[in-house]
Nanobody, 118 residues
Framework: QVQLVESGGGLVQPGGSLRLSCAAS????????MGWYRQVPGKQRELVAG???????NYADAVKGRFTISRDNAKNTVYLQMNSLKPEDTAVYYC????????????WGQGTQVTVSS
């Protein structure tokens, strides 16, 4: 059974940093394009960062220059380094694999809560 397990969230002050991790129990992890998504109550889940199998990255405008996505294929893990956090980054963060038409490929994990507040 495929599982995505996100971790690393928490409460942080504005301007602070967090590093999220997502461990994927899926075969051929290195072939998947992976993404970090976030969701706040009442809004749709949005893709904030993606990384291709070759390591090419893309970011939503709201996080560009502050967030960095990376992956370790040997550990089946994708990371999201979040710096200069803002209150509007508060959300539940999820990871998933997606294809070239942005369709999510795996079942969602439980997510990890990130709260940015003073």
């Amino acid at each position: 059974q495929v599982q995505l397990v996100e971790s690393g969230g928490g409460l942080v002050q504005p301007g602070g940093s967090l590093r999220l991790s997502c461990a994927a129990s899926v075969s051929s992890f290195s072939y998947y394009r992976m993404g970090w998504y976030r969701q706040v109550p009442g809004k749709q889940r949005e893709l904030v960062a993606g990384i291709s199998p070759a390591g090419t990255t893309n970011y939503a405008d709201a996080v560009k220059g502050r967030f960095t996505i990376s992956r370790d294929n040997a550990k089946n893990t994708v990371y999201l380094q979040m710096n200069s956090l803002k209150p509007e980054d508060t959300a539940v963060y999820y990871c998933n694999a997606y294809n070239n038409i942005d369709r999510v490929l795996l079942s969602w994990g439980q997510g990890t809560q990130v709260t940015v507040s003073s």
